[in-house]
């Protein structure tokens, strides 16, 4: 599918869409025509209403943002201190030239949205990225009924079942134990934003926890806007740190392998990601162990989910987009694949921290 194509004017299975639609995706992103703004878009633009903070949906150089209260730190920490902000609560809602605009929780990290916009009467949700389990700190997500929804795929394939939040929790506290009685530091590898503070939830009170300066830094953004973390301390690598040795240590992926988890005294390293369900991963091979730990919906959450906003037709965005607009379509759901240019947020973290 070509990505300049106008929405209005695409098929799904046949059918040409309604007339109602009132988005397109263009080179930039996903704009909303009357309201006069883009959804996540990957250029700069004049208004851009975001998701959430991960890099590869909120970037740099747009003149207007709108996100969640929780995500306004995030984006200053992230692209600058000094850009115009604007926020919205969850279930607020405001009119942008005529389109109802409100974000609902996605429960993908802290802060993260799903974009609600309603415009004469006809309602369509753009999800960005969505977790359906509720993993304790992030706010639950919540259903929308809409007449379309832009939904991510990440994970869309069979092949991906996640363990309840308390239950991956348990298995993570047994190997930090495990590695105590084996005189080793417990270092978890995962994503700055969004992973590390889950980690830090689930084996809360199994021990000290250090985590990387690029996640304190995200950590004390979140906690100014009132979320509470368990505790933690941040670590200086151009000190000793001799002293975690037996502890947790939390780093993001872009550290594995690096000369500065190589200071961290008796190691034992595990990966925290969806992809470490598949066990032929690399980087599954070259850890010692790895939850399948995942802040995305997992193949029934994403079908779960499409079955209940009641959608008259979806888009599949971001990630196994071909196989899971197959799949609705078989199953009797209009769906289209939407090529879009989301990407790697681990590449994304990688070029903030060496900024850093």
Known sequence: MNTLTDLSQQNISGNPMKSKTFIKLTNKGIYCIPGKFYIDPWKPVDFAVISHGHGDHAR??????????????????????????????????????????????????????????????????????????????????????????????????????????????????????NNRENGKTSVFIGYSLGKAQRVMKSIEDSGKIYVHRSIGKLNEGMESVGIKLPAYETLDFQESVKHVDGEIVILPPALFESNIIKKIPNRAT???????????????????????????????????????????????????????????????????????????????????????
């Open 60 to 177: 740099w150089g747009m003149k207007k943002y709108l996100c969640h209260h929780f995500t306004k730190p995030i984006l200053q920490h992230r692209i600058g201190s000094d850009i115009e902000i604007q926020t919205l609560g969850y279930g607020e809602e405001i009119s942008i030239n005529g389109v109802k605009v409100s974000m609902i929780p996605a429960g993908h990290i802290i802060g993260s949205a799903q974009i609600k916009m309603e415009y004469k009467g006809y309602v369509i949700v753009f999800s960005g990225d969505y977790k359906t389990d509720d993993d304790g700190l992030s706010t639950p997500f919540e259903v929308v009924r809409c007449d379309e929804f832009i939904t991510e795929s990440t994970f869309g394939l069979p092949i991906y079942h996640w363990l309840q939040p308390q239950e991956y929790a348990e298995l993570m506290k047994s190997w930090v134990q």
């Open 270 to 356: 595990a990966f925290c990601s969806g992809w470490m369900q598949v066990r032929g991963s690399r980087r599954w091979r070259s850890a010692d162990a790895g939850f399948a730990i995942s802040d995305h919906a997992d193949w029934n959450g994403l079908i779960d989910t499409v079955k209940a906003t009641g959608a008259e037709k979806v888009y599949v965005t971001h990630g196994q987009t071909a196989v899971f607009s197959k799949y609705l379509n078989e199953i009797g759901i209009n769906a289209v694949e939407l090529k879009t240019i989301f990407g790697d947020e681990e590449i994304a973290e990688k070029e903030m921290i060496e900024k850093e």
